[in-house]
């Protein structure tokens, strides 16, 4: 059971939605929301997964992407909303996490988001069982397409360069042809997994971050190996070492036993493919 109140933590969110273009710290959401500053770090963290400075970091540049694309606001302007005191120092941020600097993301005239505002209302009523849970892992249908989006935008930090109407029409396609998993807490989608049978990769796995530490990423993988993918090597792509942009899915997918490979390009973005070998001595998927 996680040792935060939910309603906590969306309240801290609210918060910081209602202040991003003002000059905040830990100190200031702590005083606002009636917590030590100690306190609310381990909560929001345990919660989230990033740190509250993460997160609002990653906010107020994907609203600064956001203004860059859809107004006509100058880029220095744009620097100072997003609590930037120079517009060098913007430049330098955003240039590490967008992969361009904002000269040439506004020439684009492609927004996608880095971190969208998180919306962690809900029962979570299987989050509260306390024995191990075997989870139900289905094939996802039309009907779930809402429920599923909903937990894209929640996970959107890890994956760079995502248009939600392509993505859309590549899991319909996924679900008609069986390759679209889902698992749900009642009627919310808390971890779901688009997979090839073709070349054996997965290529979107999102697990909602309040339940993160309940093994949801390997039952897919099980699933997926031990079902659909018997015998063959599975393969997943993330962020490259270092990248700043990097939540942590690339520590999550090492953990989870999978190996480096070549890096990649996709979409303009640098990645990196990892492999999970069926004959690998230290599966740890049993």
Known sequence: MPNYRIDDIVSVIEYMEEHLTEKLNLDRVADAVH???????????GAVGITLHEYLNRRRLTQSAKLLVFSDKNILDIALLAGYESQQAFTNIFTAMYKMPPSRYRENEKFYPLQLKYNLKGNFEMLHVKDQINWKIEYAAEEDIPRWME????????????DEQDYIKVLRQRIQTGQALILKDRQMAIGILLFSYNTGSIDFMGCHPLYRNRGIQKAFLRKVMDELQTGRDISITTYREGDKADTGQRREIKDLGFAEAELLTEFGYPTQRFVL????????LP
């Open 35 to 45: 917590y030590s500053k100690y306190h609310l770090h381990r909560m929001f963290t």
């Open 151 to 162: 937990l894209v935008r929640l996970v959107i930090d890890g994956f760079p360069y995502l």
């Open 277 to 284: 070998s069926t004959a690998a001595p230290d599966q740890p």
